[in-house]
């Protein structure tokens, strides 16, 4: 069995909620979270603690999720133009390379080591 518990903040602790035994608990830090809340579900439903799972929905202020939000976004554009600095770098470096210039001035021109500008000229080849 796996029951839900809701997780918000009070003024001085975290408040669980188990919407599943209508009771709930609270926490001082979200560490607690766990042994807090099978305690007081195995209390209301006779039930041995390791006998049931709990998933939690941390409800954070709603200012608080939106920065998360723009911080996720932020992230993945992040990996993305990382990921097409990466192939402009390779372009870069095949492009030197067709041109004939030695792996060594490659790399001192990209600013990596020789094994890089190797690896660079000789990725996807």
């Known amino acids: ?3 839900r518990a809701v997780v918000t903040r009070g003024e001085r602790y975290w408040i669980v909620r188990v919407p599943e035994i209508g009771r709930a608990t609270q926490a001082r830090h979200l560490r607690e979270l766990d042994a807090m809340t099978k305690d007081l ?3 209301m439903t006779g039930k041995d603690a390791g ?3 709990v998933d939690y929905e941390l409800r954070l202020p709603r200012s608080v999720a939106a920065r998360l939000r ?3 976004r932020l992230r993945e554009l992040a990996a993305r133009a990382q990921a097409r600095a990466s192939d402009e770098t390779r372009a870069a470096a095949r492009e030197l390379h067709e041109r004939g210039l030695p792996l060594r001035d490659i790399g001192r021109a990209l600013g990596v080591s020789y094994q890089r500008a190797h690896q660079l000229v000789s990725a996807g080849s």
Request: aromatic share 16%; hydrophobic share 40%; charged share 15%.
């Open 1 to 3: 069995m796996t029951y």
């Open 41 to 43: 579900i195995s209390v």
């Open 51 to 53: 006998s049931f799972t």
């Open 70 to 72: 723009r911080a996720r």
